[in-house]
């Protein structure tokens, strides 16, 4: 079955460390994305993707960083500039133009 | 920028009755699409229905359909013979150039047996 993978399910993060969640798709969709959300929250965009080996800020880069070496992976990266990481982070993937996005189950990121 | 706003933070519904959930947005572009999504507690995120703007016609799928005004920039879902399995976070969005998604804030909906 096609869908998208995110991993781990749980991660936790030290005070200075940078942690990378995982995010792979078999669909096909040349567009990648990452959200965040935080409780009792709608969703915020820290960085997008349309293309391999190009991508673009979103509403909340900072403290995040993102490559797209590959079409099926587009790894998010937080590193200890992010000062208020812990959060459900969603990846999401999409056909470019207009089309509905299609969501993984999510990662949630703690501090230890 | 586009804004998307839900004003109702939560709502309850009877078992078997009907509920609408509304849903604001504002924009300068004329082509884009809306959406509804229902985040239950799995906290995974589920499509329910899309509306095309340029489509005078509301969008339906089986029990959920909308109410597009787009003059008035209102997108509302109303969910017919509520079921215990439609209660979730359900979220708004907006999508135009560019295919990024805008959220509302979402609007948590009980469903009482």
């Known amino acids: 079955d096609g869908g998208i993978t995110q991993s781990p399910k749980y991660l936790f993060r030290k005070e200075g460390q940078n942690v990378t969640l995982s995010c792979e798709q078999n669909?096909?969709?040349?567009?990648m994305y990452w959200y965040r959300q935080d409780p009792g929250q709608g969703l915020r965009l820290i960085y997008y993707?349309?293309?391999?080996?190009?991508?673009q800020k979103g509403d909340i880069a900072e403290g995040y960083s993102v490559s797209r070496e590959k079409k099926e992976s587009f790894p998010l990266t937080v590193t200890s500039a992010q000062k208020n990481p812990t959060a459900f982070y969603l990846c999401?993937?999409?056909?470019?133009?207009?089309?509905?996005?299609?969501f993984g189950d999510g990662t949630r990121l703690s501090i230890l | 920028a586009q804004t998307v706003t839900q004003s109702q933070p939560e709502m309850s519904v009877q078992e078997a009755e009907t509920v609408t959930l509304s849903c604001t947005y504002d924009?300068?572009?004329?082509?884009?699409?809306l959406f509804w999504y229902k985040q239950p507690p799995s906290r995974q995120m589920i499509l329910v229905i899309r509306?095309?703007?340029?489509?005078?016609q509301n969008a339906t799928e089986n029990r959920f359909s909308v109410n597009f005004q787009k003059a008035a920039k209102s997108f509302s879902l109303k969910i017919s013979d509520s079921q215990l399995g439609d209660a979730a976070m359900y979220f708004c969005?907006?999508?135009?150039?560019?295919?990024?998604?805008?959220f509302g804030a979402g609007t948590i909906l009980r469903v009482k047996s």
């Open positions: 924009t300068s572009e004329s082509d884009y699409y």
């Open positions: 509306q095309e703007a340029y489509k005078q």
């Open positions: 999401a993937s999409s056909i470019l133009v207009l089309e509905p996005q299609h």
């Open positions: 993707s349309q293309i391999v080996n190009d991508f």
């Open positions: 669909l096909n969709h040349d567009a």
């Open positions: 969005a907006y999508s135009g150039y560019g295919n990024k998604l805008v």
